[in-house]
Nanobody, 127 residues
Framework: QMQLVETGGGLVQAGGSLRLSCAAS????????SGWFRQAPGKEREFVAA????????GYADSVKGRFTISRDSAKNTVYLQMNSLKPEDTGVYYC????????????????????WGQGTQVTVSS
């Protein structure tokens, strides 16, 4: 059974950067499409970014386009989310998700499309 562990969250000032990591154990993550979601207090979990298992295709929420970059390193069995120009509205718990059985360039925007989830890492952006 694969497990996902997110790291890299923390407190940062507006305009700063953070890089989140999602490390997989138990199985290779390279055959799984992956995504990042976030949940702010009192709000529903929302899509942030996604990447196909091949890395050939990525997708982003409009609110983070041009600021966030999702990537993967198969050798390290890890997916990353580089977050630049952070804003207070980016505050929330960030979750990594993964799913197998996808096509070469398939990405997924809905939380229900993912089968595996990490425990989340807190990101707080101060103004």
């Amino acid at each position: 059974q694969m497990q996902l562990v997110e790291t890299g969250g923390g407190l940062v000032q507006a305009g700063g950067s953070l890089r989140l990591s999602c490390a997989a154990s138990g199985r290779t993550l390279s055959s799984h499409a992956s995504g990042w979601f976030r949940q702010a207090p009192g709000k529903e979990r929302e899509f942030v970014a996604a990447i196909s298992w091949s890395g050939a295709r990525t997708g982003y929420a409009d609110s983070v386009k041009g600021r966030f970059t999702i990537s993967r390193d198969s050798a390290k069995n890890t997916v990353y989310l580089q977050m630049n120009s952070l804003k207070p509205e980016d505050t929330g718990v960030y979750y990594c998700a993964a799913r197998g059985g996808s096509l070469y360039s398939s990405i997924y925007y809905a939380a229900n499309d993912y089968f595996l989830w990490g425990q989340g890492t807190q990101v707080t952006v101060s103004s």
